[in-house]
């Protein structure tokens, strides 16, 4: 089985930066995926690690360790608009059908 | 030129009743997806589906039935809807590989309530 945790909420300021964490205990690994889902919107994928490390896209990047079963999804210079659930996923060894953690839902306040 | 489109966005019908929500994808990709979302936020993946294979999630009720006139359109069949069906129910598609960046692209979802 799959089990993934995230923080329920984080409250963070404009510009600042925030961590998002996840932790996932899973029975196989073959990938983790950082959506941001809007209120009342559809997800929209942000990164993926299936390698340990950082991954880096503009103001945003992602971690991995895989031996820790543990990502984080860093926020930089954070804009009210970054206000959203974040949600982490992990894709099992066979298939694509991904487990989703509960979010976090990320409040930016100026 | 939206990616993947789901018709109704809003539903709203009785306990007992059937229902169906359509979904498109215009991203030539092989795989689609049903997931469910409830009121505590929780996205569940419910089917996975290309040409060749239905992936079932073993906790969804019988009365859920994927069905696919062909590789672009994956509709989602509701039969005897109860209460604890209320949610918002989003599709998605992706490319049908395991490895790699391949990530699933949602619909903007279908919100559906039951009286």
């Known amino acids: 089985g799959q089990n993934i945790d995230q923080p329920t909420e984080m409250t963070a300021t404009e510009g600042a930066i925030v961590q998002i964490n996840c932790t996932y205990q899973?029975?196989?690994?073959?990938?983790l995926f950082w959506y941001q889902q809007h209120a009342g919107e559809a997800p929209t994928f942000l990164s993926y690690?299936?390698?340990?490390g950082l991954e880096e896209k503009g103001r945003f990047s992602s971690f991995l360790s895989r031996s820790k079963g543990y990502s984080y999804l860093l926020l930089k210079e954070l804009q009210m608009k970054d206000s959203a659930s974040y949600l982490c996923?992990?894709?099992?060894?066979?298939?694509?059908?991904?487990?989703f953690g509960g979010g976090t839902r990320l409040m930016v306040k100026p | 030129d939206t990616a993947v489109s789901q018709t109704p966005k809003y539903l709203v019908t009785q306990m007992g009743n059937d229902k169906s929500i359509k979904c498109e994808q215009n991203?030539?990709?092989?795989?689609m997806y049903w997931y469910k979302q409830d009121s505590k936020k929780f996205l569940k993946i419910m089917f996975s589906?290309?040409?060749?294979?239905?992936?079932i999630n073993e906790t969804v009720p019988n009365r859920f039935s994927p069905k696919s006139p062909d590789k672009a359109h994956l509709n989602l069949h509701i039969n005897s809807l109860e209460l604890g069906d209320s949610a918002v129910y989003f599709c998605?598609?992706?490319?049908?590989?395991?490895?790699?960046?391949?990530?699933?692209?949602f619909g903007d979802g279908t919100r559906l309530s039951i009286l």
């Open positions: 998605a598609s992706s490319q049908d590989l395991s490895t790699g960046n391949q990530p699933q692209h």
């Open positions: 899973t029975s196989g690994f073959n990938g």
């Open positions: 690690n299936v390698l340990d």
């Open positions: 996923a992990v894709r099992p060894p066979a298939g694509n059908m991904l487990t």
């Open positions: 991203l030539g990709h092989d795989t």
């Open positions: 589906y290309n040409n060749k294979e239905l992936i």
